[in-house]
């Protein structure tokens, strides 16, 4: 029945939404990490850690857990100055289409028998995405008076939209060196969805979702120094994800695909006293790789975002033997360039504006194999005003001081999972 339901868990995060809070990444994996912040580098709790840190599995034991997250993002776009009034086009645009999405999590690990120092298991999460949908949108509305762009007129459709769903799954051989210390490797199995509406690209308008699949690896370390200090270290390769040809345009920069960032992150748990556990995860995301996302081409637009470097801070306090409570900082900067003059069009469809989080969880001790972890992320409110698009250039109306676009976010999510020791 068990292994039933972890299945069934893992099939459903091959097929659900994941919207993303670091740049287009989760802001932790698994729910007791996400209730700490994010933070979990040196510090696993349950079947989720291998996307934390593979070498964490070497130290949990045999269990499986299954859980479902709500992830609501609020998503708006307000374009400000006298070229939008004086058109009829300022104001705010909701952007939000859905407004919840469901992500789902599980895992499953077990120890080799016979004292061996080897353990398996299988991960599988929504790694992250990114979704905002805008029934009009400004700057394609004006575009329909720029003579050099024949296929966008007054009163054709100037939605904008962009869907991007990713998920993981991944096995993982984790090996015990001694007691204190382990290493592990990941196979990293990623699917994606990818949706763009978006006139600006002319006859590449729609193409609907077109998925693709992609395998990278994850190595870790993870080593309890003494009876003070864990540390933690972790890298994932870049992930070079299948072509999706309906897409070429827009895609331009490496030939119809939408490759996932390298990321790497090293993480502390200091062991403060019997009851209180402190950590912070510092990682990486290489997200201004060249290639890595939409092209960069002027006269197609594209993410151009920066690589992302995010702080964790968790805090875990054993309130009492069937009771455990979690708090949690997370902030990392937000990737989208200010006043980059090629990210017009592309970071007012592309909200990942957030910064700061605050997280709470909780997980409370059913019986002895049984226990239900929850947690909650509330990321504060975040703008980004995109820089003047020289595509708009020869349009008379439109210039740096009077056509202001700004996108905005915040964000709230609550999940919960089951955990099972086998």
Do not use: C
Not at 14 to 32: C, E, K, R
Not at 255 to 277: C, K, N, Y
Not at 327 to 352: C, H, K, M
């Amino acid at each position: 029945m068990k292994k039933t339901m972890i299945a069934a868990g893992l099939s459903m995060a091959l097929s659900a939404p994941a919207f993303a809070t670091n740049g287009y990444f989760v802001h932790g994996i698994g729910q007791s990490a996400k209730g700490a912040g994010g933070a979990g580098i040196a510090y696993p709790e349950d079947t989720l850690a291998a996307g934390q840190n593979p070498a964490g599995m070497a130290f949990i034991g045999n269990r499986a857990d299954g859980g479902l997250e709500l992830f609501i993002p609020n998503r708006s776009l307000e374009a400000k100055g006298p070229l939008w009034s004086s058109f009829g086009l300022d104001g705010e645009v909701d952007g939000n289409r859905p407004s919840v999405f469901l992500v789902p999590e599980g895992g499953y690990n077990m120890d080799m028998p016979n004292g061996s120092a080897w353990s398996f298991g299988i991960s599988a999460f929504g790694n992250g995405g990114m979704n905002a949908t805008y029934d009009r949108h400004p700057q394609i509305q004006a575009m329909a008076f720029d003579p050099s762009m024949p296929w966008i007129n007054p009163g054709d459709n100037t939605s904008a939209k962009i869907d991007l769903l990713q998920a993981f799954v991944l096995p993982t051989a984790a090996y015990k060196i001694n007691e204190n210390h382990a290493v592990a490797a990941s196979l990293v199995v990623a699917w994606q969805s990818f949706e763009l509406v978006n006139a600006a690209f002319g006859a590449m308008n729609d193409a609907g979702h077109v998925s693709s699949w992609g395998a990278g690896v994850k190595l870790g370390w993870m080593g309890h120094i003494n009876d003070f200090l864990s540390l933690g270290a972790t890298w994932q390769s870049k992930i070079k994800m299948g072509k999706m040809d309906e897409y070429a345009t827009a895609l331009a920069a490496d030939d119809g695909r939408l490759s996932i960032p390298q990321t790497a992150g090293v993480g502390m748990a200091i062991h403060a006293t019997e009851q209180l556990d402190i950590l912070f995860d510092v990682t990486w995301i290489n997200y201004g790789d060249d290639d890595i996302i939409i092209g960069k081409s002027t006269n197609v637009g594209g993410f151009g975002w920066d690589d992302m470097t995010i702080f964790k801070l968790g805090f875990v306090y054993k309130y009492s033997d069937d009771l455990t409570l979690r708090a949690g900082w997370n902030y990392g900067e937000n990737p989208l360039p200010e006043g980059n003059p090629a990210d017009g069009f592309v970071s007012t469809i592309v909200p990942a504006t957030v910064e700061h989080h605050l997280t709470l969880g909780f997980t409370k001790q059913i019986n002895e194999d049984f226990s239900i972890t929850g947690s909650y992320m509330h990321a504060f409110d975040n703008d980004h005003t995109a820089g003047y698009d020289p595509r708009l250039a020869a349009n008379p109306f439109l210039n740096p001081s009077d056509a202001a676009l700004t996108s905005s976010m915040y964000q709230d999510s609550v999940g919960l999972s089951l955990n099972w020791k086998l």
